[in-house]
C-alpha cells in the first residue's frame, strides 16, 4: 500500500499499487508525483520506484535520423499548371477555372515539403481541371457564336422581306 501527494498538496491513501497504475495513466500522477509505502517516513519520487520502473522508462533510442524520401524523376519537380489554370479562368470557364488554380497552387508547396506524392496528385488534379474548363469554354462560346449567326442569320432573310 502506498501513499501519494496530490498535485493539491494533499496526501492521499492507503493506494493499492494497481490503481496507483490506473491513475498513473490517467494523468493524476507521473514520475516526479511523491510517494512512500506505508511504515516508511521518506517521500520519494514515484520514478524511484522499481515497481513502476516500466511506466517511466525512457524512450528507446532511434536507429538513426529519419532520411526524407527522394524525389522522383531526378528531383525534377512537377509542373503546377498555374498560368494554364489562370488563362482558363479568365477565358473559358470561371468556376472550373478557380478550382484549378486552387490545386496549381498546392502543387509547390506539397513538393517542397516532401510530399511527392500529394505533388503529383495534385499536379494532375489541376490538369484535369484545366482541360476541363477549356472544353467546357469551347463548347460554351460555340454555342453563343452558333447562336449568334442564327440571330443574324434570320434577321438577315427577315430585312429582304
Given at each position: 500500500?502506498?501513499?501519494i ?9 492507503p493506494v493499492?499499487?494497481?490503481q496507483l497504475r490506473a491513475?498513473?495513466?490517467?494523468g493524476?500522477?507521473?514520475a516526479?508525483t511523491r ?7 521518506e517521500?520519494r519520487?514515484l520514478?524511484e520506484?522499481?515497481?513502476?520502473a516500466?511506466l ?8 538513426g535520423?529519419?532520411i ?5 524523376r531526378?528531383?525534377?519537380?512537377v509542373?503546377?499548371y498555374l498560368v494554364?489554370?489562370?488563362l ?7 468556376p472550373?477555372?478557380i ?9 509547390n508547396?506539397?513538393w517542397e515539403?516532401g510530399n511527392y ?5 495534385a499536379?494532375?488534379n489541376?490538369r ?9 469554354g ?10 449568334q449567326?442564327t440571330?443574324?442569320v ?8
Amino acid at each position: 500500500m502506498y501513499k501519494i501527494i496530490g498535485a493539491n498538496q494533499i496526501e492521499y491513501g492507503p493506494v493499492t499499487a494497481p490503481q496507483l497504475r490506473a491513475w498513473i495513466a490517467e494523468g493524476r500522477a507521473d514520475a516526479n508525483t511523491r510517494v512512500k509505502l506505508d511504515g516508511d517516513t521518506e517521500w520519494r519520487p514515484l520514478r524511484e520506484f522499481a515497481e513502476f520502473a516500466d511506466l517511466f522508462a525512457p524512450p528507446l533510442p532511434s536507429a538513426g535520423p529519419a532520411i526524407p524520401p527522394s524525389p522522383p524523376r531526378d528531383g525534377v519537380p512537377v509542373p503546377n499548371y498555374l498560368v494554364q489554370s489562370i488563362l482558363v479562368t479568365l477565358c473559358c470557364c470561371l468556376p472550373l477555372g478557380i478550382v484549378a488554380i486552387v490545386y496549381a497552387s498546392q502543387v509547390n508547396g506539397k513538393w517542397e515539403a516532401g510530399n511527392y506524392a500529394g505533388a503529383q496528385a495534385a499536379s494532375k488534379n489541376a490538369r484535369l481541371w484545366c482541360w476541363l474548363s477549356l472544353g467546357l469554354g469551347l463548347l460554351s462560346h460555340g454555342l453563343i457564336l452558333i447562336l449568334q449567326l442564327t440571330v443574324g442569320v434570320a434577321g438577315a432573310f427577315k430585312n429582304l422581306q
